[in-house]
């Protein structure tokens, strides 16, 4: 296989931009018709992560060590769209055609060989990984929904409770798929680990927002979901090592770092916790309750809630990132930040500029991509069995 | 919650039974009756219904077309043995240009109005938060000066009788009486506007269903669903002072 032909035509061909993976994926869809109901309605995100796998791929052909990891995570994970070793030909072909398709008289017998070996290469790694993880772990889990509380009018606190025990680590994500929506979104379980395996997740109903609207408005105690298994390691405790922690949090993204809290109370350990919590108004903490009683049982830990608009202050909006700086020098903590984008990046930076520095700093990369290649679970020495 | 400890996977087959809405769940259903004051079944429960019975449509649907597929490919099968000619083993034929940039058309139109209503939904989202939020603020000014006018009011007629506890409780008696006034106002104005987003949202699904989408109505129905959602009142706190309301939005 000569990899630099093989980069090149890569290059020839991604300069059509999103043209390529329709084609690929329209091509597919009308040679194996019965592909079509794995995949989701709206294919826009699918194509970017398509284009951006593969481009991944095409550039580390010649060191294909380096991404035999990636290629293994990708594999097991496609088990939860009911992937099997049989579509993976399929996939070749139509990748084949496109390539043709888009290369036209470049098109040569030497890259039609190229580019078959390399996919045969990319297949078997990714069915190995699959079958391998067949017996760790189900493709995905069917959950049962115990409880179902609107805290707000866009807002739900689901209880769910996996047929099998889901392992994550507090800080992680899981996936969350309704059956009758073929999309998956990562949501962060807002508990540690329990001993009847039940999950709480908080989620917020986005405007037009498929599977989010699904879980809000469209059901209820003993319907059935289906989770996938956790990713991310932004959000985990292990590069704290046993350090006091500062934990700012907005809107949903308390929910991670809530199951930190858990955490920390399970673990026993002798940290101080200083929690900000961030909404835009006073009407939008929905989990007053549940803080509340944190606070009144865990004399380490320590809550602040910062309203963003005050009715008495028209136009000022407060950050929790300015409560938190107005507060104390905490640089001697690690800091967990999860909300927004908006607040995730403002706070990240307000913070760098007061003299915190990267290390210290934890929050998830901003738009995620989870096929992405920096997307890895955590490496620790943590057997809590089968947390990828 | 139960404190049995949950077992791990052990590596058997995943059973994936789907629950499905079958003639005799949609008999058995029971719906919630409205509120206190309201008339008939819960809306939310009534929605919850038809997206299970819409989603259970959507899959017969897809099945009976597939089985025609399956028919026509069957009957060519047999048409081609009639007439002596043995059908070739079967490898799917690759789709020219054409066919797949057909396809990839009705694909982006698809999308192109998913964009529409999700764009529509934010909009429509964030105009109902900032009419709350500029409501509520009214309300609030409102309420505090006409709670500070009734205790001028008393002092100066109480004089020397002035009491303090009592100032304090007509203060909050108002307050809330005006407050609870302003959001049944606010709650009128969010009805006629998820009026309004109920008719818009039929005009999308017509849209979609008359155009050459693939698959694009899963799609509208959901987007339609959250707009809904969007449109919905307020939730009032009435807890703390009681006063004889009108039924509308009580929750």
């Known amino acids: ?388 | 919650m139960s404190a049995t400890p949950i077992s791990r996977y052990d590596g058997g087959q995943v059973s994936s039974v789907q629950v499905r809405m079958t003639s005799d769940r949609v008999r058995r259903w029971e719906f919630d009756a409205a509120s206190f004051a309201r008339r008939g079944y819960d809306p939310t429960d009534v929605d919850r219904f038809r997206m299970q019975v819409a989603d259970e449509l959507d899959l017969l649907a897809a099945q009976v077309a597939n089985l025609r597929a399956e028919n026509e490919r069957l009957n060519d099968h047999l048409e081609l043995h009639r007439h002596g000619v043995l059908p070739s083993a079967g490898a799917a034929k690759l789709p020219a240009a054409k066919e797949v940039n057909l396809l990839s058309a009705a694909q982006r139109e698809a999308e192109q109005i998913i964009a529409q209503a999700h764009d529509y939904a934010q909009r429509v989202a964030e105009y109902a938060r900032m009419q709350y939020e500029s409501y509520m603020r009214a309300a609030a000014e409102e309420a505090k000066q006409e709670a500070e006018r009734a205790v001028t009011e008393y002092r100066s007629s109480s004089g020397a009788n002035f009491d303090d506890s009592v100032a304090t409780r007509e203060a909050l008696r108002i307050f809330g009486e005006m407050m609870i006034s302003h959001m049944q106002a606010a709650a009128r104005h969010l009805d006629d506007g998820s009026a309004q987003l109920a008719r818009t949202m039929e005009r999308i699904a017509a849209e979609v269903t008359a155009g050459a989408a693939v698959g694009a109505s899963g799609a509208a129905v959901g987007a339609g669903g959250a707009a809904v959602g969007a449109g919905g009142a307020a939730p009032v706190d009435g807890g703390r002072v009681r006063v004889a309301l009108p039924p509308r939005h009580q929750r």
């Open chain 1, 1 to 388: 296989m000569d990899a630099a032909r093989l980069k090149q035509s890569w290059s020839l061909v991604a300069a059509h931009g999103d043209q390529v993976p329709l084609y690929f994926y329209s091509t597919l869809f009308l040679a194996y018709p019965e592909t079509r109901q794995m995949f989701p309605t709206n294919m826009a995100g699918q194509r970017d992560r398509l284009v951006t796998a593969l481009g991944h791929i095409v550039s580390n052909v010649d060191q294909v060590d380096s991404l035999v990891g990636f290629l293994q995570d990708l594999g097991a994970d496609h088990r939860k769209f009911a992937v099997r070793a049989e579509h993976y030909p399929a996939v070749g072909e139509a990748l084949v055609a496109t390539l043709q398709h888009f290369l036209g008289e470049a098109w040569t017998d030497e890259l039609a060989q190229d580019w078959t070996a390399a996919y045969g290469l990319v297949s078997q790694v990714m069915i190995d990984a699959a079958q391998a993880a067949e017996s760790v772990k189900p493709p995905w889990w069917v959950a049962e929904i115990l409880g179902h509380e609107r805290r707000a009018f866009d807002l739900a606190v689901l209880t769910l409770r996996p047929q099998y025990l889901l392992p994550f680590t507090p800080g992680q994500s899981i996936g969350v798929s309704h059956p009758a929506v073929r999309a998956w979104r990562y949501y962060s379980p807002a508990n540690a680990p329990r001993a009847d395996g039940t999950l709480e997740l908080h989620v917020r109903a986005a405007p037009g927002g498929v599977v989010s609207s699904r879980l809000v408005y469209g059901c209820a105690v003993g319907d059935q979901v289906h989770l996938a298994a956790p990713v991310g390691d932004r959000l985990t405790l292990w590069p704290a090592g046993s350090a006091d922690l500062l934990l700012l949090a907005s809107g949903t993204g308390w929910a991670p770092v809530k199951s930190l809290v858990e955490q920390v109370a399970a673990e026993g350990s002798r940290r101080r916790v200083d929690l900000y919590l961030g909404a835009r108004s006073r009407a939008e903490f929905y989990d007053n309750d549940a803080i509340d009683k944190l606070a009144a049982s865990y004399p380490w830990l320590t809550v602040t809630y910062v309203v963003g608009a005050d009715f008495q202050r028209p136009g000022e909006f407060t950050h929790v990132v300015d409560r938190v700086l107005a507060d104390g020098d905490w640089r001697s903590r690690h800091v967990y930040i999860c909300g927004s984008d908006e607040m995730v990046s403002h706070s990240v930076g307000a913070l760098t500029q007061a003299g915190y520095h990267a290390g210290q700093l934890h929050h998830e990369g901003f738009g995620k991509h989870w096929y992405g290649p920096t997307w890895r679970t955590a490496i620790a020495p943590d057997d809590s069995g089968g947390v990828r």
